[in-house]
């Protein structure tokens, strides 16, 4: 049975609680260690051996590590795309040109980010991309994504929605993140492929 309301708020909330916890306990090394191991199997992906254009995310806390990907990408000659957080909770775009391109910016009293630093190019730059992907906390059999519940990424795929635009859409996730059952709402878009530092998981978006 699909969730919908504040009960599929609720349930949301709980899995998030739950899952973040475990991340929580994690060392530096195991994320770093995760991180080698998720671009390994990223860079598998055929979709990412024929983008262009790859739109990313700097991990950040018990995140999965992604600045060995971002690397790996860049050395492939993709054009990478980062966000930048905006007021609203919308995402704006800048490219990633390396390390160098980063800078640490704080957002209010929620969370400090790495963000590029150079030109923005409009919430609109997404949907020039080849493949997003995409943060988050757990991802079912159907392909539905549990994000943090802020919105953004939610705002992302309605974009690229609007727009025609049909990228592949990648969760990046630990292996223990992959489980039975996301609670779905009505506006819950489900993803193309997790991948995790073991492997790839596809599904069949309608």
């Not at 991802?139 to 943090?148: A, E, I, P, S, T």
């Not at 489980?179 to 790839?200: I, L, M, N, Q």
């Amino acid at each position: 049975m699909e969730h919908g309301g504040r009960t599929g708020e609720r349930d949301k909330a709980t899995l998030r609680r739950e899952i973040l916890a475990v991340r929580n306990g994690l060392t530096a090394d195991d994320v770093r260690a995760a991180g080698r191991a998720l671009a390994e199997r990223a860079l598998e992906l055929p979709e990412l051996a024929g983008g262009r254009t790859v739109a990313a995310y700097v991990s950040v806390g018990g995140e999965p590590g992604t600045l060995a990907l971002l690397d790996a990408l860049r050395a492939r000659g993709v054009r990478v795309l980062l966000p930048v957080l905006l007021p609203d909770n919308d995402l704006d775009w800048g490219e990633y040109t390396g390390p160098d391109s980063l800078a640490r910016v704080r957002h209010g009293g929620r969370m400090t980010l790495c963000e590029p630093s150079g030109a923005r190019l409009g919430p609109d730059a997404v949907t020039g991309a080849d493949v997003v992907l995409l943060p988050g906390l757990a991802v079912d059999g159907r392909g539905m994504r549990l994000g943090r519940g802020g919105g953004s990424y939610d705002r992302v795929l309605a974009r690229l929605e609007g727009a025609g635009a049909r990228p592949r859409l990648v969760v990046l996730l630990y292996d223990t993140e992959v489980v039975a059952r996301v609670p779905a709402e009505a506006h819950d878009k489900p993803v193309h492929a997790a991948v995790t530092p073991r492997g790839v998981h596809r599904f069949a978006p309608s």
